[in-house]
Every structure is written in structure tokens, then in C-alpha cells.
């Protein structure tokens, strides 16, 4: 709960005119800027991509946090973002792409470390479906296997120069 409150603080916090954002995202192409593999994972661009990152981070993130406790988990998460932002960073080096941002990297560790420890649990999720014309919800258990399937990318922009 802790991280999904910073997230959304954060993302409000940037919303605002002349927000924080610009220093805070993963910049490719000049160089390693240290700073950004931390602040990257709680920027996000728009209210889709934090939802969309809140809606994976709760579930993966209780898995986790259930098997290690709360301060563990916090390690782990940020020092999962803190690396994958590094290495992307690092391998994204002369790129044309302008920057990354978003929990996902983090998240993505997550479902990893998931799926070791625990792939048959199963989650409770809502599902959506449009059945000739009618709009269909409910609730149903997934195993955490087979919910990982349904990850989202990573959002890459690519610079105009």
C-alpha cells in the first residue's frame, strides 16, 4: 500500500505545471545519471500506465511482501528498479530513444520472484468481457502463472531530434 500511495503522490505531484518530471525520468543517450534508476520507477506518463502499473504491483507485490515481510520487500522492489533502470540505462547508451519511465521494471521483478516461489497460488481477479454485446463481469481464481501472461510493456519514447 505504501508503494502504490508514493506512486500516486508522485504522479500528482508531476501533474502540476512546471512539475518535477523531466529530471526524474530514465534518459537514454548521454551518459548514466544514477539519481533517475531510483526516481524512474514512481514516474509514470499518463492515468492509464499508473493504473495499469498499480494493478500488477498489488497482487505480485503481496505475493512478495507475504513471503519476506513489508522492509524486505521494499529492498527488494527498489533494488530491483534501481538495477533494471541500470541496465537499461547502460544498454541503451547512444540510443535514439529519449527515455523510460514507470514501475514496470520493478514490477517485472515482481512477477519473476512470483512466479519462483509461489506459480500454482492462485489470485482472485475481475474479469471484463464483451459477449455479443453485453457487457459480462465476475470473478474467478488465476494462478499466478497464468496471470503473469497478461503484462503490459514498458514505455519507450523515441526523441524527434
Known amino acids: ?8 503522490a508522485v504522479f500528482i505531484v508531476t501533474l502540476a505545471p512546471n512539475g518535477l518530471g523531466d529530471d526524474l525520468v530514465l534518459h537514454f543517450g548521454n551518459g548514466l545519471h544514477p539519481t533517475q534508476w531510483l526516481t524512474a520507477a514512481f514516474m509514470h506518463i ?47 547508451l547512444g540510443s535514439t530513444f529519449q527515455y523510460a519511465l514507470g514501475a514496470s521494471t520493478a514490477i517485472y521483478g515482481l512477477i519473476g520472484v512470483s512466479i519462483i516461489w509461489a506459480p500454482k497460488n492462485e489470485l482472485d481477479v475481475v474479469y471484463f468481457v464483451w ?25 519507450f519514447h523515441r526523441s524527434d531530434t
Open 1 to 8: 500500500m505504501g508503494l502504490i500511495a508514493a506512486n500516486i
Open 46 to 92: 499518463d492515468i492509464f500506465h499508473i493504473v495499469g502499473n498499480m494493478m500488477f504491483l498489488w497482487p505480485f507485490g503481496l505475493v512478495v511482501e507475504g513471503k519476506i515481510g513489508w522492509w524486505r520487500f521494499l529492498l527488494v522492489y527498489l533494488g530491483i528498479a534501481v538495477t533494471a533502470n541500470f541496465i537499461f540505462q547502460v544498454a541503451m
Open 131 to 155: 459477449v455479443m454485446f453485453v457487457l459480462r463481469t465476475g470473478t474467478t481464481e488465476i494462478a499466478i502463472m497464468f496471470f503473469a501472461a497478461l503484462l503490459h510493456r514498458p514505455r
